[in-house]
């Protein structure tokens, strides 16, 4: 089952969780922008319908994640790749 993920702005509300796709990366032409952080580029694609996913190129939890139009995004190829599907 995937994890809840409260809305910190109103109490007790649960939010649809992001869920992980490894091994998946967004391929260049899908992507929408770079972020310096998980929270900057989550925050965007939210707002923005045409965002489906956000990608972090090291499956780390830091460094440049990237926006992207896609929620499949393309295989990796072994490089330790992760997107995270849009709920």
Known sequence: PAAVIYDKGACCVPTQAWS???????????????????????ATCEADAACLSIGDWDCDGEGTWDTCRSATGDGDGGFGHC?????
Do not use: F, M, N
């Open 20 to 42: 992980q796709a490894a091994g998946r990366a967004c391929s260049t032409p899908d992507i929408i922008a770079s972020h310096e952080s998980q929270t900057a580029a989550q």
């Open 83 to 87: 997107l995270y599907v849009k709920p």
